[in-house]
């Protein structure tokens, strides 16, 4: 029996091969393709694998191309990355991919995770797409979200919704639809994930023949949400060509397909999610500011988790919860995830708790190895270590930046038992690149 269904896209040949037949080996249905856009196609398909490792650096489209034209897509998506190349992983994972590892990689430590993602992917087959993730949290800007809700849900405004990225604006979004007497279905839409070019057909659809490849008539997300309700988000990402049209649509209600004649009704509610100040892009003319005021009916603004602190903990064993994993988070590992200020806020959150279950060697979740995870974070974050978070007792400025890495490796190395895989995989770097600095450090 199949451990589950991989799609490995990478323009190396040698390499796909290589991971094919290990992957194989190992119990996994294994398929390839070598460039963007027949893995676009793939991962769109009636039945897409469960899984994909996708190189970020391939030629016409690269792997971040691919992600921002999948955003949808259910499958659970690993980059691999070269030397260096870091923060395109970071974007990577701010566009939804599951996680990343650094080139080169290998079956024993791509494995474990290939199966923690497929299992995610598994759970997710069998949830019920008519229910709303819950709105955990007891501090009272949770309340409030919560009051909003129950206020607004109900009737047909619109409603704007501003936060960072990874503050839960789709989830707030669904519950709103959820709450309202809306028979249509909730349809999402990542403005930033459309090529501009395509923005007026993804939205009011299109005839055929009306621009070259519309070989057949499209509907359009207004029209696939009538009855119901049409999440944009990523707003502010919307061409300011598109806006005029968009404004048009919210004000008469109707809808014209490109290369339509005619005007059609249509009835959805708009629910706009944005991590800009909106404002901010009136004045420098890069939004319409009739449309920034048609949008305004009810915004809400969400609040980052760093200043809902009380609300780490439920969210952090919801959220293991929902991971299926049988590890507990220890008081240490508490106290470490109180500590951090969780500049991707819930998304993040995620991120390293399904770092630290994967890696849980006992029924706790350690206060090392939940730090050793944060700190992983940590990397992929504008500022230092040492703004984010700090060790109990220590000064920013006492040791040398060598002497910290060369003391996390050997706790680190320690946690694995001496595994250098394991070890490498914790850290975040490649197998080779630890050994390096093993023989750097004697």
Known sequence: MSLGSVLVVDDDDALRFALKKALRRLGFTVDDVSNGSDAVARLHSAEPPDAALLDLRMHKMSGLDVLKRVSNCPTKIIVLTGHGTVQAAVEAMRLGAFSFLEKPVDAEELAPLLQHAIGERRRAKTADPNLAPPLIGVSDKMDEVRRFIDTVGPTDETVAIYGETGTGKEVVARHLHLSSARSGPFVAMNAACVPRDLFESELFGHKRGAFTGATSDRAGLFREANGGTLF?????????????????????????????QREEPVDARIIAATNRDLWQDVSEGRFREDLYFRLQVFPIMLA????????????????????????????????????????????????????????????????????????????????TTSERYREPGSEPGTTDLATIERRHIERVLAECDGNVTKAASALGIDRRTLQRKLKGYQ
């Open 232 to 260: 944009i988000d990523e707003l502010a990402e919307l061409p300011t060509e598109s806006q005029a049209k968009l404004l048009r649509t919210l004000e008469t209600k109707t809808v014209r397909a490109v290369g339509g």
């Open 304 to 383: 980052p988790l760093r200043d809902r602190s009380d609300d780490v903990l439920p969210l952090a064993k919801h959220l293991l919860e929902r991971l299926g994993a049988s590890a507990t988070l220890s008081d240490e590992a508490i106290r470490a995830l109180r500590k951090y200020t969780w500049p991707g806020n819930v998304r993040e959150l995620l991120n390293v708790l399904r770092r630290a279950s994967l890696f849980a060697r006992e029924q706790d979740i350690s206060g090392d190895l939940m730090r050793k995870m944060i700190a992983a974070s940590v990397f992929g974050h504008a500022g």
